[in-house]
């Protein structure tokens, strides 16, 4: 039939109306998107006059929203040092220790938000500040540890129990070992024998188990006497230890094996798929990787195998493609079995905004959904797509490009990363700078180091001096 606009009951009028709308819309969208650049930009030359420079002390700093951390790294004792500083940097407290294997000791914590009191010590004593830099808790612990889930680990001589978030002990300091909270309880041991505590610190097992996993969707993994079974949130037994080898809960199954055979229950403790493979692995976009005799393939959560098990290996699915290799070459198949991409890659990378890399010899490309190569093989490595863009590199230098394949920024910097508000941040020759995702800059290549500390705000370092750039 021969396509005809009356056919979908529309005059040519309304189609130009129509088009006009469409036409206006996309318009209004590029230039909110442009407006909002703008006044980012505008905002942040605007904060970089205002910037106050002090000495840079510190090597690491972190935003608790009106107060900053900075923490001098010391490679010859267990300890660190944390000062707690305004918004400007300057110092509001007295240089004290952190534990090392604390979380500000390391680059990047992306979880300060959720914290209200950090663990700080003062002559080998732990005590607790909040974010303000009061002191809440006195120093009067042998070790303590970040919050988790509002609780924290802490130790008195050889033994350790948790506070809440106020300071308040909810355990007695008796157990042997603990892990942090996880799904609201969290691992302790006494003696030899594991078992569970709520957040109250009411025990929910018995301690009783020789090895326990933490929970995931609700359950968790135990194990008795060689044998792993598991449990509920309430501590009743969902299946007896009976398996020789059980993995975590993901999507609703969990990975159990019998006899070097592997299979599939349900969080009734139901056999959803006996085990009868020589390996499976755990549920990813509602297919799961198995292995028989060597060979690989995708099963669905009835246990009906969607491939041959004919595959040399196979990787977990994202939106609705799996990677498979035969011999040395890569495809992809869809939910179906359906091989939308026969192996003719080096690589296959997952999908991401219906996109994925893939590799041919040395250089990398894109492809779509369909399996057409959008992008061709030509960078030396490329990132997931995010937000309709993706880092690049050709040879030693970075870009970062659009979903044409448009090179928003051509690969000529010696690193390019994403951060908050569409931003990215750009090293050239050592130093540092920042644009827009349309590649215009917006911060000028001249910095000796930059840190997005929170939504909000940049650390920015030249020389020996460090300020604040905060762009509200």
């Known amino acids: 039939m021969k396509f005809n606009i009356k056919h979908l009951g529309f005059k040519k009028t309304s189609i130009i109306i129509l088009t006009i709308l469409i036409s206006t819309l996309l318009n209004l969208n590029t230039m909110n998107a442009f407006a909002e650049n703008s006044n980012i930009s505008e905002k942040i030359k605007s904060a970089e006059k205002s910037i106050v420079w002090s000495d840079n002390k510190y090597d690491i700093y972190y935003s608790l ?155 968790a993994v135990v194990k ?84 041959k098990i004919q595959y040399d290996e196979v990787r977990d699915f994202s939106e609705g493609k799996g990677a498979v290799r035969l011999g040395n070459k890569w495809g992809y198949v869809d939910k179906t079995g359906k091989e939308i991409v026969k192996p003719k890659y080096d690589n296959a990378l997952k999908f991401s905004e219906e996109i994925a890399g893939i590799q041919l010899g040395k250089k990398y490309g894109c492809i779509d959904e369909r399996g057409k190569e959008i992008i061709k093989p030509k960078y030396t490595s490329i990132h997931e797509f995010k937000d309709g863009l993706a880092i690049v590199r050709l040879g030693i230098k970075w870009g970062l490009i659009d979903k044409s394949g448009k090179e928003i920024i051509e690969p000529k910097y010696d690193l390019v990363k994403e951060f908050s508000k569409g931003l990215v941040v750009i090293i050239l020759d050592n130093k540092w700078g920042i644009i827009d995702r349309n590649g215009e800059m917006i911060l000028e290549i001249k910095y000796d180091g930059i840190t997005n500390i929170d939504n909000d705000s940049f650390i920015l370092k030249k020389g020996d001096m460090v300020g604040v750039l905060h762009i509200k």
């Open 224 to 307: 008795s006497d060689k044998k792993w079974g598991y449990v509920d949130k309430t501590g009743k037994e969902i299946v007896k230890p009976k398996y020789d080898d059980a993995l975590n809960f993901s999507q609703g199954f969990a990975v159990v094996s019998i006899d070097n055979k592997w299979g599939f229950i349900d969080k009734t403790g139901k056999e959803a798929i006996s085990p009868k493979y020589a390996f499976v692995y755990g549920f990813s976009g509602e297919m799961a990787g198995v292995a028989l005799d060597k060979k690989y393939g995708f099963i669905d959560k009835k246990g009906r195998e969607i491939t």
């Open 65 to 219: 929203g009106e107060t900053v951390i900075g923490v001098l790294l010391d490679e010859r004792s267990e300890y660190n040092k944390l000062c707690f500083m305004d918004k400007n940097l300057k110092e509001i407290s007295k240089p004290m220790s952190i534990d090392k294997n604390n979380n500000f000791s390391y680059d990047e914590y992306s979880d300060i938000a959720q914290i209200n009191l950090i663990p700080v010590s003062i002559d080998k004593k732990f005590g607790y500040f909040d974010k303000s830099g009061k002191k809440v808790v006195d120093f009067k612990y042998d070790k303590a540890s970040n919050f988790s889930e509002g609780r924290s680990i802490v130790k008195l001589g050889e033994k350790y129990g948790f506070i809440d978030d106020s300071g308040k002990e909810i355990t007695k300091i008796k157990y042997d070992e603990v892990e942090d909270f996880s799904q609201g309880l969290a691992i302790v041991k006494l003696g030899s024998k594991y078992g569970f505590i709520d957040k109250s610190g009411r025990e929910i097992t018995k301690i009783k188990y020789d090895e326990v996993r933490n929970f995931y969707e609700g359950m």
